[in-house]
C-alpha cells in the first residue's frame, strides 16, 4: 500500500509528497519534477513537492462560475493524485487542513464545501475545477477506494 502524505509548510502554501514506490511518477502534462533526492536506506522511496496556491478555508468558492487564480495550480494537484489513485498506486492520503479521517460522518466545510456536496459533484464534468481542500475532492471521487486523513 503507497501513502501520499501532504502538509503546508508555514503559510507559504508549499506542499510535502511523499510516496513509497519507485513505479509512481509524476504527470509531465500537470507538473515538472526540479529536483530529486534518494534515502540511503530504500532507494525506491521518493518525496515530491508541490506549490500549492489555496485559498482560506473561509472563501467560498461554491459557485464555481468565476475562475480564480488559484484553479489551475489546485486542478493540477488534485488530477495528478486522481491518476495515482486511478492506476492504484496510492491508496491513503494524509494531508494538512483538517483533523482526523474524513468519511461519512466528516461535516466540516472548506470554500463553502461539504464532504457530501462534493460527493454529489463528484461526476460533474468541470469537478476538477473546483477550488476546495484537495484531499476532501479525492474522497469524495473516490469514496472507500482512498483513506484520506488529515494530520493537523
Not at 518525496?47 to 467560498?60: E, N, R
Amino acid at each position: 500500500m503507497t501513502e501520499l502524505f501532504s502538509a503546508a509548510i508555514f503559510a507559504l502554501g508549499i506542499g510535502l509528497s511523499a510516496i513509497s514506490s519507485g513505479d509512481v511518477v509524476l504527470d509531465s502534462s500537470l507538473g515538472k519534477s526540479v529536483s530529486q533526492c534518494h534515502s540511503s536506506s530504500d532507494k525506491a522511496k521518493k518525496v515530491w513537492i508541490f506549490k500549492q496556491w489555496h485559498l482560506a478555508p473561509s472563501v467560498d468558492t461554491h459557485s464555481r462560475g468565476s475562475q480564480l487564480p488559484q484553479q489551475e495550480n489546485q486542478r493540477a494537484i488534485f488530477q495528478q493524485i486522481e491518476k495515482w489513485v486511478e492506476k492504484g498506486d496510492v491508496t491513503t492520503v494524509y494531508s494538512e487542513g483538517c483533523a482526523g479521517e474524513l468519511g461519512e460522518s466528516f461535516s466540516k466545510k472548506f470554500n463553502g464545501w461539504t464532504l457530501k456536496d462534493l460527493s454529489a459533484a463528484a461526476k460533474d464534468k468541470d469537478f476538477d475545477d473546483i477550488v476546495t481542500l484537495i484531499p476532501m475532492k479525492v474522497k469524495a471521487k473516490f469514496q472507500d477506494k482512498v483513506h484520506v486523513h488529515c494530520a493537523d
